[in-house]
């Protein structure tokens, strides 16, 4: 284990420890966050220690809380009793048993296991001007010190607490499946097809046109376009679509002839930072990342909350009518392809 995150709490008391803070959503399940947090008993005074991981969708800065009303909705949240210890204790997994060898004496292990129909860590791109944290879905392990787990009555010092943001996230399923096609027959026949079903972030994807042009119409123009759909689902869903990449081809394909074609484009977050509302992967601090990637769900977007994400491929063929207002009472024809964008999964890292 390369590399230890550990957080400790304004008095001292509480320190936590994790060994990563990436936790891979597989679709029919999700990594357990299992990590150590080391207590101090000698300030307790008879309260208990307590330590809980929640999945919340922000909609705005806590700097603009009002009247005591939170800018976050908790979409899931499991509490779990660290001191004293309860029953019989869990099994140590072997990232555990590594932890407690640095955190030495007063160390005690926890392990929470999350539900497979949560969103994964997703932030919506402020504006330039923006300021405070952005709005999106983020995960939250917060130890602290209480006399209770859970009462809203009960005062709770900063200096009594100590947290780490950790993300759930998913990277693209291992296949060599061939891509998607649509047919349009009216009043050409358009064919569009992706070069194959995943495609990972940074890389170009290929988009094959096949068009039959047996109308009284010329093409003038294709535009190919990658569309970025965020569902956000919390008491109602909402969904916006923003481009993030497109690209227009002067193709002129006279009545009564064909044309076949492969285009490539390729959307990057680099090309479209001064555009808000864009969601990108969560980030644990500011620096590099990419475009949200797509949300993978096995029971349907219908059970999950939060921030769900999608991505199409749209061919906008555009016709001219022809005579002196040709390019003014044109029509489109406009194929659509679903695209699944993601990040490829990393080799393992073996625990020393």
Same mark, same amino acid.
């Given at each position: 284990m390369s590399k230890v995150f550990k957080k400790t709490s304004g008095h001292g008391d509480l320190t936590l420890y994790l060994g990563r803070r990436d936790f891979v959503d597989h679709v029919t399940s999700v990594d357990v966050v299992d990590g150590v947090l080391k207590v101090d008993p000698a300030n307790l005074n008879g309260r208990k220690v307590f330590i809980y991981l929640a999945c919340a969708f922000r909609y705005g800065s806590e700097d603009l809380d009002v009247m005591g009303m939170s800018c976050r909705k908790d979409i899931w949240?499991?509490? %779990? =009793?660290?001191?004293?210890?309860? $029953?019989?204790?869990i099994p140590k997994?072997?990232?555990q048993e590594s932890l407690l060898k640095k955190a030495g004496e007063q160390a005690h292990h926890f392990a929470f296991e999350m539900p497979s129909n949560l969103p994964c860590s997703v932030a919506l791109q402020p504006a330039p001007s923006d300021s405070g944290k952005a709005c999106g879905v983020d995960f939250e392990l917060k130890a602290y010190i209480a006399k209770e787990a859970d009462n809203a009555d009960e005062v709770i010092e900063k200096k009594d607490t100590c947290?780490?943001?950790?993300?759930?996230?998913?990277?693209?399923p291992v296949n060599t499946n061939s891509g998607p096609t649509v047919e349009i027959t009216s009043p %050409? =026949?358009?064919?569009?097809?992706? $070069?194959?079903e995943n495609y990972y972030h940074g890389d170009p994807i290929t988009v094959k046109v096949n068009i039959n042009n047996d109308s009284a119409k010329a093409v003038k123009k294709i535009k190919i376009s990658v569309e970025q759909n965020t569902?956000?689902?919390?008491?109602?869903?909402?969904?916006?679509v923003k481009a993030v990449c497109s690209e227009e081809f002067g193709e002129t394909i006279n009545?009564?002839?064909?044309?076949?074609?492969e285009f490539t484009l390729t959307p990057l977050l680099a090309n479209n930072t001064e555009k808000r509302g864009i969601a990108v992967d969560g980030r644990l601090k500011d620096g590099d990342t990419n475009l949200a990637s797509t949300t993978l769900c096995e029971t349907g977007e219908k059970e999950m909350q939060g921030i769900i994400i999608s991505y199409k491929v749209k061919v906008s063929v555009s016709l001219s009518s022809g005579g002196l207002l040709g390019s003014l009472t044109g029509s489109d024809v406009v194929a659509e392809l679903p695209l699944i964008l993601m990040s490829p999964k990393p080799a393992e890292?073996?625990?020393e």
């Open positions: 949240v499991k509490r %779990i =009793q660290v001191f004293p210890v309860q $029953g019989g204790g997994t072997p990232m947290r780490l943001m950790i993300r759930k996230i998913q990277f693209a %050409i =026949q358009l064919t569009a097809s992706l $070069g194959k569902a956000v689902v919390l008491y109602s869903s909402d969904n916006y009545a009564n002839s064909t044309f076949e074609k890292v073996k625990l």
